[in-house]
């Protein structure tokens, strides 16, 4: 997991190239904010001596300069650190979604979808803190302590010696007590923002089965129970941050006072100047400022740690080896008509102990309709993630007489089309819906397709293509999803189609007709179709069947 989270940390951070200069601006900032105390202490102390105004000349210019700069230099610094932060945090999250790819969607099933969409949103943007509140103000804050503890002895050791002690004690107990406070709770709250968010939609996305089973009570105070949890979490955190702030307050202000007691024998015996004694007096003020952010620093880093912790277990390093992965040099297959011939082949699941599929002979020509038929647990969705390459397979796969490792699995997919059990509907038109298989379909073949599923006067009825079909097909029924899914893959003109348990979210006694209507409008003499069911199909809707029995 650490080399993981090391790959996935070295990928949120900006090139050296662009972020350098922020880090440049930021301690020309921060320098420029002790500075201006120092030189404003030192000229209001030697303007009440009342000397002559060409004396002070040097330090009123530097009292603007300084105010000025310190405005100008943290301006730009923010501004080039973000950009280049949120450039570098772009980079992160397509490369991040790359690889997730590959082994989506059978090597992401043990991986709940809040937990996902925590890691892609919240986690890769809490990413940003790394270079922005870890890095930037641990390195400012070294440059500045490190230059004002040898500015301050060029003018009293004493002093820059209790400067540093002061440093030194401060950023050690307020780390100490950041650490017994808000650690714990630091690294706590992405998970419990994740495991909040999957409750969340869990409940919102299922809410009528819960109510109907009795148990949205319990799933509702879960979430307020991770709701409540997280809000304690978030709660200590701002409390450590505010015991630690009046930490280094204390610290400053004693600090002041140890200075002032260790040069005043000095002063008296004029070894320093009262202007001089006013500025080393009030120098640690402003250093403690900028080092006060160090605190800060390590509960960001503590944040990111867990993010990149949460990202690097659901992105996996490899490949898993029951997955298929793309070849160096893939090949292509030609449009039109294609067969398909399995010899042998067997499967499956990721981290399941034994194969759910084995040894499958399978010929589908094209015009073919095949029923595939056995009881649960006999491997019939996991041929159907073996056809369309979700799974990698045993034995022989050809496809238009290529073997399918040759060929990249999104060519596969091009070719061979999968209806799933429960198709995915997005929360828009059925324009929007249909437009996701060909985006250039003029709304004449939109129409035409969905006539083709029976579903032509539905749509007129519904308002026309503009009709919504709501989050996930809530406004739509089981049959009318599955012939929208139907009329999405008849778009592509893929020469193979598989269907995978069509009447799954049917009436028992309106399957026979679903089916019936979704084959006659699959049925093309250049078009195979695969047909999954556990349900009897009738033999005068297909050409061939085959019988899986439970893998042992």
Not at 188 to 200: C, F, S, T, Y
Request: neutral net charge.
């Amino acid at each position: 997991m650490s080399g993981v989270r090391r790959t996935v940390l070295r990928a949120s951070l900006p090139p050296l190239r662009a972020f350098a200069p922020a880090l440049a601006l930021g301690v020309l900032a921060s320098g420029s904010a002790v500075a201006l105390l120092a030189t404003s202490a030192w000229l209001i102390a030697r303007s009440a001596e009342q000397p002559p105004i060409l004396f002070l000349g040097f330090a009123i210019v530097g009292v603007r300069a300084f105010a000025l700069g310190r405005a100008a230099f943290r301006y730009l610094e923010r501004l080039i650190a973000h950009d280049a932060a949120f450039r570098a945090l772009s980079t992160l999250r397509v490369n991040v979604f790359r690889r997730l790819l590959p082994v989506a969607p059978d090597g992401l099933r043990g991986v709940r979808r809040g937990d996902l969409l925590t890691a892609l949103v919240r986690d890769v943007d809490a990413l940003q803190d790394l270079p922005l509140r870890v890095l930037q103000p641990l390195i400012t804050a070294a440059v500045i302590a490190g230059l004002s503890v040898v500015g301050v002895a060029t003018v009293s050791p004493a002093a820059a010696l209790v400067l540093l002690v002061g440093l030194g004690v401060t950023s050690a107990i307020a780390a100490a007590v950041l650490r017994g406070l808000s650690r714990d709770a630091d690294e706590r709250i992405a998970p419990l923002r994740a495991a909040l968010a999957d409750a969340v939609l869990e409940y919102l996305t299922r809410w009528e089965t819960l109510r109907a089973y009795g148990a949205d009570e319990a799933r509702r105070a879960r979430v307020i129970d991770l709701d409540a949890q997280l809000r304690r979490a978030q709660s200590r955190q701002s409390a450590a941050a505010g015991s630690v702030a009046a930490l280094f307050t204390l610290g400053a202000g004693l600090t002041v006072l140890a200075t002032l007691i260790v040069t005043e024998p000095t002063l008296v015996a004029g070894g320093v100047t009262g202007p001089q004694l006013v500025m080393l007096v009030l120098v640690p003020l402003a250093v403690l400022e900028v080092v006060a952010a160090l605190p800060g620093a390590l509960s960001a880093w503590w944040r990111v740690r867990a993010s990149a912790d949460r990202i690097a277990h659901i992105v996996p390093a490899v490949v898993p080896s029951v997955l298929p992965v793309a070849p160096q040099a893939p090949q292509s297959l030609p449009d039109g008509p294609l067969a398909l011939r399995l010899r042998g082949v067997s499967a499956r699941w990721p981290e399941a102990p034994a194969p759910a599929l084995v040894g499958v002979d399978l010929d589908l020509a094209p015009g073919d309709r095949l029923v595939v038929e056995g009881s649960s647990g006999a491997g019939k969705t996991t041929l159907a993630h073996v056809l369309v390459r979700f799974l990698d397979h045993e034995g022989s796969y050809t496809l238009g007489g290529v073997d399918v490792r040759a060929l990249d699995p999104d060519e596969v997919r091009r070719h061979v089309v999968l209806c799933e059990q429960s198709p995915h509907l997005f929360d828009a038109s059925i324009r929007q819906n249909l437009l996701f298989a060909r985006d250039t379909a003029s709304d004449a073949e939109l129409l035409a397709v969905l006539d083709r599923v029976g579903l032509g006067e539905w749509c007129h009825e519904r308002g026309g293509l503009d009709a919504p079909v709501g989050e996930r097909g809530r406004l739509v029924s089981g049959g009318e999803a599955q012939r929208i899914a139907l009329a999405r893959a008849l778009l592509t003109e893929a020469p193979v189609l598989v269907l995978d348990e069509p009447t799954a979210n049917v009436d028992p006694d309106r399957a026979e007709s679903l089916l019936e209507q979704l084959l006659g409008a699959a049925a093309s003499p250049d078009r195979a179709v695969l047909v999954i069911s556990h349900t009897p199909v009738p033999d005068r809707l297909v050409t061939a069947r085959l019988h899986l029995g439970v893998a042992r």
